[in-house]
T-cell receptor, first 110, second 112 residues
C-alpha cells in the first residue's frame, strides 16, 4: 500500500499562473483533506471532502478550488497563484478520526 | 483565542531525558485528542490519540488529557535522538467529519 501520494513534490510558479495539486489514497477512505503548513502557523485546513461527490470549505479556502474526482482522488487547484500561497501543502485521508498524511508539495509563488 | 494553543519551542534536551509537551484548548465540546509527529520535510504521522480524558500509554509515550484544565500533554520517557521532530497536538473540531484543529507544533531536539 502506498497510502497517500501527492504530486508534484515541488513546484515554482509565477504570480497569476494556475496549477493543480494531485492527491490519491489507496486505503478506501471516505474522507479527504487539504491543508497548508506555514512557519509559525501550524496546519490549516483549506478544504475537505467527507465523501465522494461532496466538498466543504475549511479555515482558509480563499484562492483555492477542489475536486473530488472519485473516492481515491482529491485535487486542489490554484486558479491565479499569489505569493501568499507559497507554502507546503498536505493531503490527508481518513475513515474515522485518524488522518493519514501524504508527503507534501512544496510550492513557491514568485 | 485560537482553539488549540501550543508553545512552538524550540525545546532541546539531552538523550535519556523525560520530555513534556503541552497544549491548551478552548472548546470542550469534542472528545478526540491527537498527537502527531513530523520529521523535517515529511508529512505528519499519528503517534497516538485519546478519547475523552485520562492517560494513554504506548511504549515510551504517554498522552494525557485533563479536561478540567483543558490541557493536553505528551510525555516521552528515555528520549532518543530519533525522537527529534516537530510534535503537533490536535483536537477534533466538530461536525460529523472528524475534522481536526492543530496546534502550531513544538520543535524538539534530543541531543546525543
Amino acid at each position: 500500500n502506498a497510502g497517500v501520494t501527492q504530486t508534484p513534490k515541488f513546484q515554482v510558479l509565477k504570480t497569476g499562473q494556475s496549477m493543480t495539486l494531485q492527491c490519491a489514497q489507496d486505503m478506501n477512505h471516505n474522507s479527504m483533506y487539504w491543508y497548508r503548513q506555514d512557519p509559525g502557523m501550524g496546519l490549516r485546513l483549506i478544504y475537505y471532502s467527507a465523501s465522494e461527490g461532496t466538498t466543504d470549505k475549511g479555515e482558509v479556502p480563499n484562492g483555492y478550488n477542489v475536486s473530488r474526482l472519485n473516492k481515491r482522488e482529491f485535487s486542489l487547484r490554484l486558479e491565479s497563484a499569489a505569493p501568499s500561497q507559497t507554502s507546503v501543502y498536505f493531503c490527508a485521508s481518513s475513515e474515522m478520526v485518524e488522518q493519514f498524511f501524504g508527503p507534501g508539495t512544496r510550492l513557491t509563488v514568485l | 483565542q485560537k482553539e488549540v494553543e501550543q508553545d512552538p519551542g524550540p525545546l532541546s534536551v539531552p538523550e535519556g531525558a523525560i520530555v513534556s509537551l503541552n497544549c491548551t484548548y478552548s472548546n470542550s465540546a469534542f472528545q478526540y485528542f491527537m498527537w502527531y509527529r513530523q520529521y523535517s520535510r515529511k508529512g505528519p504521522e499519528l503517534l497516538m490519540y485519546t478519547y475523552s480524558s485520562g492517560n494513554k500509554e504506548d511504549g515510551r509515550f504517554t498522552a494525557q488529557v485533563d479536561k478540567s484544565s483543558k490541557y493536553i500533554s505528551l510525555f516521552i520517557r528515555d528520549s532518543q535522538p530519533s525522537d527529534s521532530a516537530t510534535y503537533l497536538c490536535a483536537k477534533e473540531s466538530g461536525g460529523s467529519n472528524y475534522k481536526l484543529t492543530f496546534g502550531k507544533g513544538t520543535l524538539l531536539t534530543v541531543n546525543p
